[in-house]
């Protein structure tokens, strides 16, 4: 029988932070910190990953912790005969398959351009040739579905060793890596010539700027990041709170895991500002950064290949270590809630995440004539639906289920939170739970959906 539980707290830690640091730490963080004026975005991010995103998280753990189940038994052990609470952990498995289905799509470019950057695609590469790699790559059937494919194969293949010889294996392993590659790349960039400007850009507040901007727009974005950041309301976390110890306080926990998230992307940062203020890019190039601007500041560095094929290393560690978390839910929940022994859920989850992540990868090639409301393409579809939709009113309902009375409570919430050393969530805080956070999180919903 599969142990399911960490061997050790770091474990516990590394692979949730894994699950939450993703390729929206490192892309969407510094592009939209480069359109929202830099220092004061950044601050703002910060105040908001404290008061809206570990509460959110300690929600999360807590149902896991208290249940011992994944989300859909989860719920139903600690809802009240007759409430239908566990219909939403339906919603969540739904909304991880969802992610999944462009997610690895994604996590496949990343891995697609270390191999580019390894094997010499860009030596000496002209801007026009940079530029169209991306390009070919998307246009390309068989690299899209084929990098795909690797991210899922490999993926289960990690799962089928199950919790602690699979997942918390290679998440600590990917984890420390990344760690260690995030902090060599910055030293390299922050070296560079007129780096400072860069690094003045994103660490010194510029009120001027920020009052061009708008003040309430800056706030709102900083508000969305960090809650998106930590990819809450979709139960991706709440199964690690089912396979970890009494022996630590969720809020210590919850704390130490947004720490390790936050200074991923404070550290991609570092490495992206210094490296277009050296070579005078626009840091706010929006989604093209990662695909087009990098890769064209690599090509003009001394060592650019290296230092390209690093910099995609640490990118397809950052992707992987969400996927294979997100796959250990999917994997958990089918097996548990339909009680079916692990190696049926796993084949299952890998036939169904496979087939259904193909139209994404054919979506800018076969499939490029389909287009949704707003004239968004397969993959901007299928995100507009899990973060504008699914996460936010995931997040509003375990926030409503954990504080109120129709739901599990506030109190039995409280214990669990507060169970074991460490910090400890206070009490005082009530109030701000039950009524202001989830305002806070429908406001996030309805500004996504304008």
């Given at each position: 029988?599969?142990?399911?539980?960490?061997?050790?707290?770091?474990?516990?830690?590394?692979?949730?932070?894994?699950?939450?640091?993703?390729?929206?730490?490192?892309?969407?963080?510094?592009?939209?910190?480069?359109?929202?004026?830099?220092?004061?975005?950044?601050?703002?991010?910060?105040?908001?990953?404290?008061?809206?995103?570990?509460?959110?998280?300690?929600?999360?753990?807590?149902?896991?912790?208290?249940?011992?189940?994944?989300?859909?038994?989860?719920?139903?052990?600690?809802?009240?005969?007759?409430?239908?609470?566990?219909?939403?952990?339906?919603?969540?498995?739904?909304?991880?398959?969802?992610?999944?289905?462009?997610?690895?799509?994604?996590?496949?470019?990343?891995?697609?351009?270390?191999?580019?950057?390894?094997?010499?695609?860009?030596?000496?590469?002209?801007?026009?040739?940079?530029?169209?790699?991306?390009?070919?790559?998307?246009?390309?059937?068989?690299?899209?579905?084929?990098?795909?494919?690797?991210?899922?194969?490999?993926?289960?293949?990690?799962?089928?060793?199950?919790?602690?010889?699979?997942?918390?294996?290679?998440?600590?392993?990917?984890?420390?890596?990344?760690?260690?590659?995030?902090?060599?790349?910055?030293?390299?960039?922050?070296?560079?010539?007129?780096?400072?400007?860069?690094?003045?850009?994103?660490?010194?507040?510029?009120?001027?700027?920020?009052?061009?901007?708008?003040?309430?727009?800056?706030?709102?974005?900083?508000?969305?990041?960090?809650?998106?950041?930590?990819?809450?309301?979709?139960?991706?976390?709440?199964?690690?709170?089912?396979?970890m110890s009494d022996k630590h306080?969720?809020?210590?926990?919850?704390?130490?895991?947004?720490?390790?998230?936050?200074?991923?992307?404070?550290?991609?940062?570092?490495?992206?500002?210094?490296?277009?203020?050296?070579?005078?890019?626009?840091?706010?190039?929006?989604?093209?950064?990662?695909?087009?601007?990098?890769?064209?500041?690599?090509?003009?560095?001394?060592?650019?290949r290296l230092w390209g094929t690093?910099?995609?290393?640490?990118?397809?560690?950052?992707?992987?270590?969400?996927?294979?978390?997100?796959?250990?839910?999917?994997?958990?929940?089918?097996?548990?809630?339909?009680?079916?022994?692990?190696?049926?859920?796993?084949?299952?989850?890998?036939?169904?995440?496979?087939?259904?992540?193909?139209?994404?990868?054919?979506?800018?090639?076969?499939?490029?004539?389909?287009?949704?409301?707003?004239?968004?393409?397969?993959?901007?579809?299928?995100?507009?639906?899990?973060?504008?939709?699914?996460?936010?009113?995931?997040?509003?309902?375990?926030?409503?289920?954990?504080?109120?009375?129709?739901?599990?409570?506030?109190?039995?919430?409280?214990?669990?939170?507060?169970?074991?050393?460490?910090?400890?969530?206070?009490?005082?805080?009530?109030?701000?739970?039950?009524?202001?956070?989830?305002?806070?999180?429908?406001?996030?919903?309805?500004?996504?959906?304008?």
């Amino acid at each position: 029988m599969e142990n399911k539980s960490f061997a050790s707290r770091l474990g516990f830690i590394l692979v949730s932070a894994g699950c939450a640091v993703g390729i929206g730490n490192v892309w969407k963080f510094p592009y939209v910190t480069g359109q929202n004026g830099g220092a004061i975005f950044v601050l703002l991010y910060l105040l908001f990953l404290c008061i809206l995103g570990v509460p959110v998280m300690t929600m999360e753990l807590a149902i896991g912790r208290a249940s011992r189940a994944s989300i859909v038994n989860g719920y139903k052990k600690l809802e009240r005969p007759g409430e239908k609470w566990h219909l939403h952990g339906w919603v969540c498995i739904l909304g991880c398959l969802l992610l999944m289905m462009y997610y690895t799509t994604v996590s496949g470019w990343m891995i697609a351009y270390a191999v580019k950057f390894a094997t010499g695609t860009f030596e000496g590469a002209a801007q026009e040739s940079v530029d169209a790699v991306f390009g070919a790559l998307l246009a390309s059937p068989t690299q899209m579905v084929g990098f795909m494919a690797v991210v899922v194969v490999f993926g289960f293949v990690v799962i089928s060793f199950g919790v602690q010889k699979g997942l918390e294996k290679v998440n600590k392993f990917m984890m420390i890596g990344l760690m260690l590659l995030i902090i060599v790349l910055a030293v390299r960039t922050v070296t560079l010539p007129g780096a400072s400007a860069g690094i003045s850009f994103y660490l010194k507040p510029n009120l001027q700027a920020t009052m061009e901007i708008g003040i309430g727009n800056v706030i709102v974005a900083a508000m969305n990041q960090a809650f998106f950041t930590l990819s809450l309301g979709v139960a991706a976390l709440e199964i690690f709170g089912s396979y970890m110890s009494d022996k630590h306080s969720l809020t210590g926990e919850a704390v130490r895991i947004g720490a390790l998230d936050t200074f991923v992307a404070l550290m991609a940062g570092l490495i992206i500002f210094p490296a277009c203020a050296s070579f005078g890019i626009s840091p706010d190039a929006g989604p093209s950064l990662i695909f087009i601007t990098l890769p064209s500041v690599f090509v003009n560095m001394s060592g650019g290949r290296l230092w390209g094929t690093l910099f995609f290393v640490f990118m397809t560690f950052a992707s992987f270590s969400t996927v294979t978390a997100v796959f250990e839910n999917l994997v958990a929940s089918i097996s548990e809630t339909f009680r079916i022994e692990r190696k049926k859920s796993i084949l299952y989850n890998f036939l169904a995440v496979f087939i259904l992540s193909i139209p994404c990868a054919l979506g800018y090639n076969v499939l490029s004539n389909i287009r949704f409301f707003g004239g968004r393409d397969i993959l901007d579809f299928e995100d507009f639906l899990v973060s504008n939709l699914i996460l936010p009113i995931g997040a509003v309902v375990f926030v409503l289920f954990c504080t109120h009375r129709f739901g599990w409570g506030f109190d039995n919430y409280l214990a669990e939170t507060n169970k074991g050393k460490g910090m400890k969530m206070p009490a005082a805080l009530k109030f701000y739970f039950q009524f202001v956070l989830p305002l806070l999180v429908i406001f996030i919903l309805i500004k996504g959906l304008i």
